[in-house]
């Protein structure tokens, strides 16, 4: 470890490119260099893109865009169903590759991690090249790429990993933070949503540099508790930790209906009784969590969960329902009846970095799958 700076972090934000696509697309052959999404079927109701490949991409299909409309922009799409337990066997191994390097690796979803390697177990010392090495790994091992970001903050080193997708390695180091916040458009900003960044621009604010003009107090005025959190990170400053256990305390409900649900107004009023239990328990037992998991059980007795998690700690009514809805949305590929619904609020463990409202934000990924 460098003596002089016992306190700076090495942090690396792994991001696997088009994670589900890719996985297809190394599988078959036929859907190499093709337009292709994981997701759910043009025809079926509500049926979502997952995942598009780098394809299909360049046609405008995206993550969370109904499969109906992916199709319309891209007539030639194949459309390829999930296959959870081999992206969930991939991701196995690929925590497989980063354990080599540090054990204070924290999973996002099946596809990004962070990891800690300020002081990394074979005495590499540069993350930079632990980075390299991991992106050649998987390349090696798996046939996939990844995206990584290093920096010294969770914060800075997840932006940064999406900067030079697919196959990217973008370092952004102390010195250069400031600058690299500065001119970071808030939209890009982790954390805030489309609803919060349409707020700001109507603010004139389009820029972290423009975020930086206000005070703290004014950002608190405008958005809330969560404008302390903008603050500290507008000036790059992030001590959120890698946390490689995952708190397991959790709060939450779930319903199993009388009858199967089998439209989205049903389940939404549904959704809108639970998320109501939910926060009820979470108030009374004063808690917050920064991810909220939506589960799904089908009528042939099939269960999946979904989860989506924010930056910080939230407990209000609206900003859980409106992500246990996002999460159902990606889940109604099949227009299979519903029997049960449950939403559930866990990682408590880290209460820092501001506490406030904030709508479900798009730049998290509504896919963070965690198939059971
Ligand atoms: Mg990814």
């Known amino acids: 470890m460098d003596t002089t700076q016992p306190t700076r972090r090495k942090i690396i934000h792994i991001d696997?490119?088009?994670?589900?696509?890719?996985?297809?697309?190394?599988d078959n052959p036929l859907y190499r260099g093709k337009a292709i999404a994981v997701?759910?079927?043009?025809?079926?109701?509500?049926?979502?893109?997952?995942?598009a490949s780098y394809e299909a991409r360049k046609f405008g299909v995206r993550s969370a865009m109904p499969s109906k409309r992916a199709q319309q922009l891209c007539p030639h799409l194949i459309f390829v169903r999930p296959r959870f337990d081999v992206y969930k066997e991939v991701s196995r191994k690929i925590r497989e590759i980063f354990s080599r390097y540090t054990d204070l690796i924290e999973p996002l979803s099946l596809d990004e991690a962070y990891l800690d390697v300020t002081v990394d177990k074979l005495g590499i010392g540069s993350a930079i090249e632990i980075a390299t090495q991991i992106k050649q790994a998987i390349k090696e091992e798996l046939q996939l790429t990844a995206s990584a970001g290093v920096?010294?903050?969770?914060?800075?080193?997840?932006?940064?990993?999406?900067?030079?997708?697919?196959?990217?390695?973008?370092?952004?180091?102390?010195?250069?933070?400031?600058?690299?916040?500065?001119?970071l458009p808030v939209e890009k900003f982790h954390g805030v949503g489309k609803v919060t960044a349409d707020k700001m621009k109507r603010m004139g604010l389009f820029?972290?540099?423009?975020?930086?003009k206000l005070t703290e107090q004014q950002l608190l005025q405008h958005f809330g508790k969560v404008g302390a959190f903008y603050y500290r990170i507008v000036r790059g400053i992030d001590n959120r930790e890698v946390q490689p256990h995952r708190e397991t305390k959790s709060a939450g409900a779930e319903?199993?209906?009388?009858?199967?649900?089998?439209?989205?107004?049903?389940?939404?009023?549904?959704?809108?009784?639970?998320?109501?239990?939910v926060t009820k328990r979470l108030e009374r037992h004063q808690l917050k969590g920064r991810t909220v998991t939506l589960k799904v059980k089908y009528n042939d007795f099939r269960q999946i969960t979904r989860n989506q998690s924010f930056p910080y700690p939230i407990n209000d009514y609206e900003t859980i329902l409106e992500t246990a809805k996002q999460l159902l949305a990606g889940t109604l590929d099949q227009g299979q009846p519903i029997r049960l619904l449950g939403i559930t609020l866990s990682n408590f463990g880290e209460v820092?970095?501001?506490t406030g409202k904030e709508g479900p934000s798009p730049q998290l990924s509504l896919f963070n799958f965690d198939e059971e």
Request: proline residues 4%.
């Open 151 to 183: 920096s010294i903050n969770k914060f800075v080193a997840k932006v940064a990993s999406d900067l030079q997708k697919p196959d990217g390695l973008t370092f952004i180091g102390p010195s250069a933070i400031e600058t690299f916040m500065e001119q």
């Open 16 to 26: 696997m490119d088009a994670f589900y696509a890719s996985v297809e697309q190394r």
């Open 39 to 51: 997701g759910g079927s043009p025809e079926g109701r509500g049926g979502v893109i997952a995942t």
């Open 352 to 354: 820092n970095q501001g």
């Open 255 to 277: 319903d199993t209906f009388p009858h199967d649900l089998t439209n989205v107004e049903d389940m939404h009023a549904e959704l809108e009784k639970i998320a109501e239990t």
């Open 207 to 212: 820029t972290g540099a423009d975020l930086k």
